[in-house]
C-alpha cells in the first residue's frame, strides 16, 4: 500500500511532499519520543505522532522513513513544512488522536514494527 492510498483511505491532508505519495509503506510506528523512532523505527514506515516541530522531519529524513502522519490536529509551523518539502519528507495530518489512527492503520494491514530482544 502507498502513502497515497493510506491518506485517502483515512481522509489525511497533505501539507508537505505530495510529489512522494507513491511511496510504498512498510509498516508503521508510532511514539512522541525521537529517540525511541530513532532506534525503532524502519525505512519505509509511516510514523505516527503529535509532535509537529522541525526535528521530525530530521529524524524522517534520517530514517528514511514513508512520511509523517501528525494526529490531533497540531499545527505545523513555516519552518517544518519548508523543511518537510525541501528534504521530500511527506507529512500527513488529521484531527484524529494516534490511537485511532494507529487502529485505522492496522484495519488496512499496515503492521507495527515487532521489536525482539534477539540479538
Given amino acids: 500500500m502507498t502513502l497515497g492510498e493510506i491518506a485517502e483511505s483515512l481522509s489525511l491532508s497533505v501539507q508537505t511532499a505530495s510529489e512522494k505519495l507513491d511511496t510504498p509503506v512498510t509498516g508503521g510506528y508510532a511514539s512522541d519520543l525521537l529517540s525511541c523512532v530513532m532506534a525503532k523505527a524502519r525505512k519505509g514506515n509511516v510514523w505516527v505522532t503529535l509532535q509537529s516541530h522541525l526535528n521530525i522531519v530530521a529524524v524522517a529524513?534520517?530514517?528514511?522513513?514513508?512520511?509523517?502522519?501528525?494526529?490531533?490536529?497540531?499545527?505545523?509551523?513555516?519552518?517544518?513544512?519548508?523543511?518537510?518539502?525541501?528534504?521530500?519528507?511527506?507529512?500527513?495530518?488529521?484531527?484524529?488522536?494516534?490511537?485511532?489512527?494507529v487502529a485505522q492503520l492496522g484495519q488496512l494491514g499496515i503492521q507495527g514494527v515487532e521489536i525482539t530482544n534477539d540479538k
Fill in 61 to 101: 529524513s534520517l530514517l528514511q522513513l514513508a512520511g509523517i502522519i501528525v494526529t490531533e490536529g497540531m499545527p505545523l509551523d513555516v519552518a517544518t513544512l519548508e523543511k518537510a518539502n525541501e528534504e521530500g519528507v511527506p507529512i500527513l495530518t488529521t484531527p484524529h488522536t494516534t490511537f485511532t489512527v
